[in-house]
């Protein structure tokens, strides 16, 4: 016992060694790999984290992650199908030439079809013409593709009476290839059936009828022997035209024999057909998928991807527990590669070209009406050319002839289009002119790229409008009248800006003749909301000039030598009360008066630096010159003057003067169509934007 005692002391010495020993052997081959070393070199740069195998494929340098779970090693490829391309317009080759360069993109092994390959019904000579140009189209794919004879493939032009009893199969056989076969590939079977025998007694062709759609014993005989040879495969797939299983025509034929054959080989897997131009699915049926496709240019008795109407491929992926299927849209497939920045840098050029006025702007009688022709030019900044499609948008009481112009612009080329508007209704008389009733132009771009048409964003611009005259009532003394601003959230205002519809009112940089030096900004204002930022008088952008109520607080901003100089109130204006605020800037100073007191002056001198963005009253330009920031509440009396009007503290005129200083004078006591009159010598007519309107003062407030 004590012999035995000693081995097994032994033995257990030895094994802790062996234990003790093998970790220092693996730690020691670890260390001495080139990727360990850099890892554990790079890992002490970061604070020397202990490096950490999840398991034995996945390495990370991470302390303490998350096991991540591979992806099982099966053996699994991809077949794509290939629909009809028959029974349509020539014009569908397209899709078929699109289909192999979609199917190049995505390489599966190799491309099945269900038949109708060529227009057929036809003599020998127009046959083989089609023949050679389907089967140019399909050498374009990089792998094999593999034929199956549909009606179109086979029927002869039954208006000859000589047409031979077997019509084109000879032709198809020598020129395409069996009529059906079968292969393995992978350890998967597929076998290809011929559906178009005809009447096995008389030989007529046809598939309206039962009789002509049975398979004869010959065929019958093959696809048992085809099960047969393909018995040890994971799955078979069977291919053929005609959609059997879905009775109708149909009824009457054998295939209930065939799909009793393939059930009982027990690996038949899914059978796929055409034909009948619309994607369905019918199954399982005792095990087996049924598929029809659609088309790969041929044609469809309407375009519909939701209903499976549409041109498009299948793709199957195979593995030994499976399968799936799924149906790709032909052009639906895009290469990375299109995307370099070249193609991009020139489409985002191409993107920014607006249309500009071409001539005169639309103009505006006094009564409302209009009658005159509008253009807009373009010029194409790419390298492609762009198809330009203009839609005027014209709302009630408008017409525009043409409703729409499509114009194609060469590279580096100008094209114009052009449209004819009249609005005859006088709108004053009914009531008044909703700002947003004005009409505009969407536009959308195709950009002609050799790979094929990009269509960009479509965009709207504003139609530029103006009065044909100015009414001889236009500066009628009313001072119970104002502008009249809701004011809207950010989000909100976000949402309008693109349509033109932001509350304000808005006069274009060129329509201001400012020049540098002093000036002075005033206007009368009543506040409904003073939460936030909101634009009294704004044309700033890093730039110019604005006067803000921000939380309620005046602010004069201009920007001076290369930043805001911004005096300020300490004191919130009141809401509902009208206040008199104005901004003066004298070359050395710029000073902000609030009811005619100065509450801050700031040091500021140098020139303006100068924009081309649109004066908003009652908002505040963006970058594009979109309004944001919305005033809430009412404006009246804004006025725009070189020089100093005010030194020291002043009273507040109710209503202002023009003189020769005066750059922009607006009382806002009349609207006309869509504008307000600028009663400086300039007398422009001002847009009001939006739900922004002349009206009387709100009833309560202390004007």
Not at 453 to 467: F, H, N, S, W
Not at 531 to 552: M, P, W
Not at 578 to 606: I, N, P, R, Y
Not at 647 to 674: A, I, N, W, Y
Request: hydrophobic share 35%; net charge negative; with cysteine.
């Amino acid at each position: 016992m004590s012999g035995d005692r000693e081995m097994l002391r032994t033995l257990t010495c030895f094994i802790m060694l062996l234990v003790g020993a093998f970790p220092a052997v693996a730690q020691e081959s670890e260390s001495n790999s080139e990727p360990e070393k850099a890892a554990k070199s790079s890992q002490a740069d970061a604070g020397d984290v202990e490096i950490v195998r999840v398991d034995q494929k996945i390495f990370t340098t991470r302390s303490k992650p998350m096991s991540l779970a591979l992806a099982p090693e099966t053996e699994a490829f991809q077949i794509a199908i290939y629909g009809d391309r028959t029974g349509g317009d020539p014009s569908g080759l397209k899709f078929l030439r699109q289909a192999v360069d979609d199917t190049n993109l995505i390489d599966p092994d190799f491309v099945m079809t269900v038949g109708d390959l060529i227009q057929g019904y036809n003599r020998p000579d127009e046959w083989i013409v089609e023949m050679k140009e389907f089967r140019d189209i399909m050498d374009g794919l990089d792998m094999e593709w593999f034929p199956v004879a549909g009606n179109h493939d086979i029927y002869w032009d039954f208006r000859d009476p000589n047409r031979p009893q077997k019509h084109h199969e000879a032709n198809y056989e020598k020129n395409f290839g069996p009529l059906w076969y079968s292969f393995q590939h992978k350890n998967n079977g597929f076998i290809v059936l011929f559906s178009d025998e005809g009447d096995l007694e008389n030989g007529d062709k046809g598939f309206r009828e039962g009789r002509m759609q049975n398979m004869s014993d010959q065929q019958l005989e093959f696809l048992e022997k085809a099960l047969a040879k393909l018995s040890d495969c994971d799955h078979v797939f069977c291919f053929l035209h005609h959609p059997r299983w879905l009775g109708g025509g149909y009824e009457g034929s054998n295939w209930p024999e065939v799909h009793k054959r393939m059930v009982a080989a027990k690996n038949v897997a899914a059978v796929f057909a055409g034909h009948i131009h619309h994607m369905t699915y019918h199954g399982p049926v005792d095990g087996i998928e049924y598929y029809s496709l659609a088309t790969t240019g041929g044609h469809l008795s309407m375009e519909s991807v939701e209903l499976g109407y549409l041109h498009h491929f299948n793709l199957v992926t195979i593995r030994p527990d499976g399968f799936s299927v799924s149906a790709i849209p032909v052009g639906g497939v895009l290469d990375p590669k299109d995307f370099d920045k070249a193609m991009l840098d020139d489409v985002n050029v191409v993107r920014g070209a607006r249309p500009k006025r071409n001539g005169e702007k639309l103009l505006v009688k006094p009564d409302a009406s209009v009658s005159q022709a509008y253009a807009m030019t373009v010029t194409n900044p790419g390298a492609y050319p762009l198809e330009a499609t203009f839609s005027p948008t014209v709302p009630a009481g408008w017409q525009a002839i043409p409703d729409h112009q499509h114009v194609v612009i060469g590279p580096g080329k100008t094209e114009e289009a052009r449209f004819f508007l009249v609005h005859a209704d006088d709108m004053q008389a009914r009531g008044g002119w909703s700002n947003q009733a004005v009409p505009s132009v969407r536009y959308q771009y195709e950009y002609l790229h050799p790979k094929g048409r990009i269509k960009l964003p479509e965009q709207t611009v504003a139609i530029d409008m103006g009065l044909a005259e100015i009414p001889a009532d236009a500066f009628a003394t009313d001072a119970s009248r104002s502008l009249h601003l809701r004011g809207r959230t950010s989000a909100q205002t976000r949402r309008r800006r693109a349509t033109n519809s932001t509350d304000s009112a808005v006069i274009q940089s060129s329509e201001i003749d400012l020049p540098q030096g002093p000036f002075t900004l005033e206007a009368w204002v009543c506040a409904t909301k003073i939460d936030g930022s909101r634009g009294v008088v704004c044309k700033t952008q890093s730039s110019e000039y604005a006067i803000f109520l921000h939380n309620g607080i005046p602010s004069f901003d201009v920007h001076l030598s290369g930043t805001y100089v911004s005096p300020k109130a300490s004191k919130k204006v009141e809401l509902d009360k009208w206040t008199h605020l104005a901004g003066v800037f004298d070359g050395k100073e710029c000073h902000m008066f609030v009811d005619g007191k100065k509450v801050q002056s700031l040091k500021g001198s140098g020139t303006r630096r100068l924009n081309q963005l649109p004066l908003f009253v009652g908002a505040d330009p963006d970058g594009n010159g979109n309004p944001t920031r919305e005033f809430a509440g009412e404006i009246d009396e804004v006025r725009l003057s070189t020089g100093v009007r005010y030194t020291e503290d002043f009273v507040p005129s109710r209503r202002h003067e023009t003189d020769s200083e005066t750059k922009m004078l607006l009382h806002f006591d009349q609207q006309v169509g869509p504008f307000v009159i600028d009663d400086s010598a300039n007398r422009t007519g001002v847009m009001l934007l939006g739900d922004a309107n002349v009206a009387p003062v709100t009833e309560g407030s202390d004007k």
